[in-house]
Antibody, heavy 124, light 106 residues
Framework: EVQLVESGGGLVQPGGSLRLSCAVS????????MHWVRQRTGKGLEWVST???????YYPGSVKGRFTVSRENAKNSFYLQMASLRLEDTAVYYC??????????????????WGQGTVVTVSS | SYELTQPPSVSVSPGQTASITCSGD??????ACWYQQKPGQSPVLLIY???KRPSGIPERFSASTSGNTATLTISGTQALDEADYYC?????????FGGGTKLTVL
């Protein structure tokens, strides 16, 4: 069974840092792109970061320079290091597996399996 | 930055067909996905590559794309289909989600 389990969420002060982890099982982790997607309370889904199977990383402008995604294939895990956290980073953070057809640049991919989410609260 | 527009809400009677639209510039040139999210749950992939269903997704879910609009169609809508639905594409290596549509089955 394919499983993704997030951990590391919690309460952090503005300007602080937090590291999220996603442990996976049930598939060959190194073959897949992996993603982080967040959802503020009562709001829609927002993509946060991607580390592809080659280890290349991608970010939206809202987190670029503050968040760093990485993976550790030997541990079937990937991570989101969040720094300079802001109130607006408060959200449920989901990890998701990426299914891709072709090169990353052609945009033909989907988030095909999701974790249960971990809550990050940025508050003083 | 690229944007996808969805209606905030759609209502449908049980057994009827629901259609949820997603609009974006030259959307037909991209590969659209659709996700379902029920309250308190994680999203679930419903449609990928514009119109394909992952295994386990019922046949009553279908989708198409034409021009600037992608459409998710739910045939024979059931009460358990009440959920939020999101479209999503990739644009220049950036993943973009629509704002989501709340489907109410009356």
């Amino acid at each position: 069974e394919v499983q993704l389990v997030e951990s590391g969420g919690g309460l952090v002060q503005p300007g602080g840092s937090l590291r999220l982890s996603c442990a996976v099982s049930g598939f060959t982790f190194s073959f897949y792109d992996m993603h982080w997607v967040r959802q503020r309370t009562g709001k829609g889904l927002e993509w946060v970061s991607t580390v592809d199977s080659a280890g290349d990383t991608y970010y939206p402008g809202s987190v670029k320079g503050r968040f760093t995604v990485s993976r550790e294939n030997a541990k079937n895990s990937f991570y989101l290091q969040m720094a300079s956290l802001r109130l607006e980073d408060t959200a449920v953070y989901y990890c998701a597996r990426g299914r891709r057809w072709g090169d990353f640049d052609n945009g033909e991919h989907a988030f095909d399996v999701w974790g249960q989410g971990t809550v990050v609260t940025v508050s003083s | 930055s690229y944007e996808l527009t969805q209606p905030p809400s759609v209502s449908v009677s049980p057994g009827q067909t629901a259609s949820i639209t997603c609009s974006g510039d030259k959307l037909g040139n991209k590969y659209a996905c659709w996700y379902q999210q029920k309250p308190g749950q994680s999203p679930v992939l419903l449609i990928y590559q514009d119109r394909k269903r992952p295994s386990g997704i019922p046949e009553r879910f279908s989708a198409s794309t034409s021009g600037n609009t992608a459409t998710l169609t739910i045939s024979g809508t059931q009460a358990l289909d009440e959920a939020d639905y999101y479209c999503q594409v990739w644009d220049s290596n950036i993943a973009v989600f629509g704002g989501g549509t709340k489907l109410t089955v009356l």
